[in-house]
């Protein structure tokens, strides 16, 4: 059984502490949702935990079965078996998507495959997610429309079939039927081997994908944990019942996208 542990996560981005002591334990198996207010530190924990350099770690520590994965490249945590579904996936002009997910599956593995393998993998996982075939011929995501992006942020995590998969709102901008063919995928993967970590607004993603874990960051902390009750609740009654718990809610901030680049290393002031 493998375990992705944070501890005490302190997280800058410039001179604003965004995360401010997230503990969370991450086992195989266990699917864990992440739920809050626009602008409290959702994004920025999956993109911290794969590398992004806009984030600056100031505090804590993120292992991998005991690995130190702030140490570790992008890629290194790729091939480690971490994840990421962006929210914002970008195009990539003058690579094709098929180039881009046959460079990405072969570095993980030892022996390339060939092309007639790779072919017929990807064939397979295009049309169980009832993608346009057009779309593997294509530049990576270069006029692909907003599901199609998220269909193809899917895609890749079937080929590459990680250990902990973090997917950042990746119902936004699907219809009822891409939710549905996207919550069967990961619903597929589902396994003594897989976890993943999903933020959604949207109580649709997590009927479809039912978690084992929910938890509820407000304000850079994690506030309360629980189950499947606790998204009906905020579904039905919002978040202003946390006031009862003594937490203080501040009005939405607007976050933009960020590109991922190359590894976010820990800072030490």
Same mark, same amino acid.
């Given at each position: 059984? $493998?375990?992705l ?7 800058? /981005? ?7 002591g997230i ?15 626009n602008?409290?530190?959702k ?12 984030? $600056? ?8 079965d005991d690995?130190? /994965?702030? $140490? ?6 790729s ?10 996936? #970008?195009?990539i002009?003058?690579v094709?998507n098929?180039d881009?997910?046959?460079s ?13 393998q790779?072919?017929k ?23 692909f ?15 590459l #079939? ?13 219809d009822?039927?891409a ?8 619903n597929?993967?589902?396994s ?23 938890h /509820?960051?407000?304000?850079?902390k994690?506030?309360?944990t ?28 607007? #976050? ?7 590894c976010?290393?820990? /800072?030490?002031?």
């Amino acid at each position: 059984m $493998s375990k992705l542990k944070i501890k005490n996560l302190h997280v800058n /981005v410039g001179d604003k502490e965004i995360l401010k002591g997230i503990d969370l334990e991450i086992h195989s198996g266990e699917i864990h949702a992440i739920m809050g207010p626009n602008g409290n530190g959702k994004s920025t924990l999956l993109s911290a935990i794969m590398g992004h350099p806009k984030y $600056s770690i100031t505090e804590g520590s993120i292992t991998l079965d005991d690995q130190d /994965v702030l $140490s570790m490249s992008v890629d290194e945590r790729s091939r480690a078996g971490i994840f990421l579904g962006m929210q914002y996936p #970008q195009e990539i002009p003058g690579v094709t998507n098929s180039d881009f997910l046959k460079s990405a599956l072969n570095a993980r593995l030892e022996k390339p495959l060939s092309v007639f393998q790779f072919i017929k993998k990807l064939d397979k996982n295009i049309e169980e997610l009832q993608m346009n075939e057009n779309l593997a011929h294509r530049y990576l995501n270069e006029g692909f429309s907003g599901g199609e992006k998220k269909r193809n942020e899917i895609l890749q995590m079937k080929l590459l #079939q990680p250990q902990f998969a973090l997917l950042d709102e990746i119902d936004s901008g699907l219809d009822v039927d891409a939710l549905r063919i996207v919550a069967e995928a990961i619903n597929s993967m589902r396994s003594d081997d897989f976890s993943c970590v999903m933020v959604s607004h949207y109580e649709r993603l997590f009927e479809l994908v039912q978690p084992t874990h929910v938890h /509820v960051l407000i304000q850079g902390k994690i506030v309360t944990t629980g189950g499947y009750d606790l998204i009906e609740k905020i579904d039905q009654e919002g978040y202003d019942w946390l006031k009862e718990l003594g937490v203080v809610l501040e009005e939405e901030q607007d #976050q933009q996208p960020i590109i991922l680049g190359s590894c976010a290393r820990k /800072v030490v002031e």
